[in-house]
């Protein structure tokens, strides 16, 4: 993989080429570090010219979602072709990032189905030992 960056404003734009995999991790992360400290608000993850992401790629992006978060940004993806929008949704990790829709429209946050709510059990219904 090799990737480049661009900056904007505080928008930091990092175009993954070829594919994400696990032996990038480490150059990777090293460089959205450096953008989150130079006061980048949001990651935005360019996958127009990638074709592959494995499970440790995955990973990566999980945690730099986290650290992101910790430090007020967030991580956006764009460009995703249908392959690797199918990854994020059968991974479910179509919820954790803002994906930015193919047409150009403005970002959009994939929803996540609501949760229903679980009552509270009460003393009665609780087994007993």
Do not use: C, W
């Amino acid at each position: 993989m090799s990737f480049s960056i661009e900056r904007s404003a505080d928008i930091s734009t990092i175009q993954i080429v070829e594919e994400l995999v696990a032996e990038d991790r480490p150059e990777l992360r090293r460089a959205v570090l450096g953008e989150l400290a130079d006061g980048a608000h949001t990651v935005r993850f360019d996958f127009g010219r990638t074709g592959y992401i494995d499970g440790a790629g995955l990973g990566l992006l999980v945690s730099l979602s986290r650290l992101a978060r910790e430090h007020t940004a967030e991580v956006t993806l764009a460009n995703l072709n249908d392959d690797l929008r199918m990854l994020f949704t059968l991974t479910k990790l179509d919820s954790l990032f803002v994906i930015e829709r193919n047409d150009d429209s403005p970002l959009m946050r994939a929803a996540a189905p609501p949760r229903p709510a679980t009552p509270p059990r009460d003393a009665e219904d609780r087994p007993r030992p």
